[in-house]
């Protein structure tokens, strides 16, 4: 795992800048760093190096094909490389690294290479004969990739903080994103919150003609090209198959030279992957988890009974309010833009506690989306009942008067159509604005989400809903989040839960195998985890990764919402309305706790705002 980033400038590349834009991304590649620079043909391309297959200097970056033609810098990990030497029969390789292997097949195939690809991956590779820069990223979008382009330039880069310090000029904040941000909590793909600077598009490769100007964007993979086309009826096949991959999956995620473990939250998701992985490997496989003091946020005993019956060399942190307390002035430029997850700490914190013994590790994200595990998909199947829907709005107003619980529930109930409930479900589950509150918060309301709930019209509203986060949540906010907290601490994540030939198999699995009566949701996963872990650590309801943040924002964080949503900031900053901002936090102070996200993601914004307010401003987006 790496940091790459990267540049074409017309007018000429200032290498020492981008060295030390580069070399801002030290906490991704503090092993190596490599610089490749062009001054005839104006080509930057920089990487920072965290070794992990083949420690040796030879697997260095940037890495120049065998016959010189090629330079290439990479991000990331392929798993399927070595099965993928056998398209190049008799080639001499001079490295056991997949970096030559991906770059070695471009030579030989060019960008249809891309989509052999299995793993996590952003790259890009300049050709000095035909003076072209590619860049690629993965088909799920698990590893970042930024890009700013104008008709002289364009620089990519692993994170925004690179971008930022590799341009001349200060990049305006794109208010076309608070919206989303506010709604989602997260800015989607391909927006960022500065103008100028764009998400390269997972499942995309785009090559720059460097001589006339010309780039263009080409997509090499669809979720929808394998979402129930063809479904697997018979459950026995389905379960065998289902395991088969598991496992292949997990074999190849666990290949590596230096020391591997993998996250135990004590769930159904990195119970799998944990219990996989002792099985494979014949050696204890260390694994890791924090304890909240808190125990409605503690599910550490639920993780030591998996690792217990696994005989796994489990490591415990302990976690106290203070040591989450203490990442808190880190928060902001870990995650480069307005970013409101809150696990973002407890993840933090577990990558800490992990890198202290190993460089890489297996998490179990991807198992929620692609097995039904969210209790929200519950929601997309009652908003498309045709009685809810003739009795919605009377819901949804009456619900004003109701507990707190069913004043939520009408949250939810009072969606603007039909088109756009896949983000309104989301957004009133994770308790950020809704649409309407959108025109009532905004300075100035200009919402348009139409283009994120573009779903297939194949499958029930649940399976849709889940299609959805497959697309946007996963992708731009837990990968993220994990992405992030890992590489901040130089940690290796992998998602082997999202390896491609498991992720076309169960787009491909049918409703009623992935929800069944005694079982839940995630059938056919918690039929193969049970073979492993007794059934009754897992009968409890399901949680989340979470910190106690309701409280906090009425206690130790409090000073940072009187410092940061103050009417001086919220005016400066003139994102949104302020006596709209008053009115929820009155209502949240005075015992109405489920606005307690709506507080958290106004806050985010308004603190991101006052550490980087020098950004000009601009009403457009760069996409």
């Not at 890009?124 to 990223?137: M, N, P, S």
């Not at 590799?166 to 909590?185: C, D, M, R, V, W």
């Not at 026995?236 to 230096?258: F, G, N, W």
């Not at 601490?489 to 390896?499: K, Q």
């Amino acid at each position: 795992m790496c940091g790459i980033a990267g540049a074409y400038i017309k007018n000429g590349v200032q290498s020492v800048r981008l060295k030390q834009a580069t070399d801002a991304m030290f906490h991704r590649g503090p092993d190596a760093g490599g610089y490749y620079t062009n001054t005839t043909e104006n080509i930057f391309l920089g990487h920072r190096r965290l070794s992990i297959i083949d420690l040796s200097t030879g697997a260095n970056q940037p890495m120049q094909s065998a016959n010189g033609r090629f330079v290439m810098v990479y991000n990331g990990e392929v798993y399927n490389f070595d099965a993928l030497r056998a398209k190049l029969p008799g080639h001499q390789w001079q490295t056991h690294s997949d970096t030559e292997v991906i770059l070695e097949l471009f030579v030989k195939y060019g960008s249809e290479s891309f989509a052999w690809l299995n793993g996590i991956f952003a790259l890009a590779i300049y050709d000095t004969v035909t003076e072209e820069l590619w860049l690629c990223r993965d088909q799920l979008g698990i590893k970042p990739l930024f890009v700013s382009r104008t008709n002289d330039q364009l620089i990519f880069a692993s994170e925004l903080k690179t971008i930022l310090l590799s341009q001349k000029e200060t990049s305006p904040i794109n208010k076309a994103a608070i919206p989303y941000f506010l709604h989602l909590g997260y800015i989607p793909e391909p927006l960022t919150i500065y103008h100028g600077i764009e998400k390269f598009p997972a499942g995309h490769f785009g090559v720059l003609n460097t001589k006339n100007g010309n780039w263009k964007t080409h997509r090499y993979w669809n979720a929808e090209n394998y979402y129930l086309q063809h479904p697997v009826a018979d459950e026995a096949a389905a379960l065998k198959q289902y395991k088969e991959k598991l496992y292949a999956a997990i074999d190849r995620q666990m290949i590596s030279d230096v020391p591997l473990g993998t996250f135990l939250s004590g769930g159904i998701d990195s119970s799998l992957v944990s219990a996989v992985a002792s099985k494979i490997n014949t050696q204890k496989v260390k694994t890791f988890n924090i304890g909240f003091e808190e125990a409605a946020f503690d599910e550490s005993t639920y993780a030591a009974q998996v690792a217990a019956h696994l005989q796994t060399d489990h490591h415990l942190f302990r976690v106290k309010q203070d040591d989450v307390l203490a990442l808190v002035p880190d928060f902001i430029s870990v995650y480069d833009e307005p970013f409101a997850d809150s696990s973002a700490f407890p993840t933090m914190l577990v990558s800490r506690l992990a890198r202290q013994h190993v460089t890489v590790t297996l998490s179990g994200d991807g198992g929620d989306e692609l097995f039904q595990g969210y209790g929200m998909y519950a929601w997309a199947k009652r908003l498309h009942d045709p009685k809810v829907r003739a009795l919605r709005k009377p819901l949804s107003w009456a619900s004003q008067f109701m507990n707190e619980r069913l004043q939520r529930a009408g949250k939810v109930f009072g969606y603007p159509d039909t088109q756009r409930i896949p983000s309104h479900i989301f957004s009133q589950e994770q308790y950020f604005f809704s649409e309407q509150e959108l025109n009532k918060l905004l300075t100035n309301p200009a919402i348009d989400f139409h283009s994120l709930n573009q779903l297939p019209d194949k499958g029930s509203p649940q399976e849709k809903q889940a299609f959805w986060d497959l697309e946007h949540y996963l992708k731009d906010d837990l990968l993220v989040k994990v992405d992030r907290a890992s590489m901040r601490y130089s940690l290796e994540t992998r998602v082997p839960l999202l390896d491609m030939e498991l992720v076309e198999f169960a787009l491909n699995v049918p409703y009623d195998l992935k929800i069944r009566e005694g079982y839940g949701t995630k059938y056919l996963m918690k039929k193969t985890l049970y073979e492993m872990v007794p059934r009754t650590i897992f009968e409890r309801p399901k949680r989340g990764f979470a910190i106690p943040l309701n409280k906090w924002l009425n206690n130790e964080l409090k000073h940072l919402v009187t410092e940061y949503l103050s009417e001086r900031n919220v005016q400066e900053a003139g994102f949104v309305k302020y006596d709209y901002v008053r009115s929820i936090l009155h209502g949240y102070q005075n015992g109405k706790t489920y606005l307690y996200n709506r507080v958290w993601v106004l806050l985010v914004l308004h603190w991101w705002y006052a550490l980087n307010k020098k950004a000009s401003f601009s009403h457009t987006s760069s996409f």
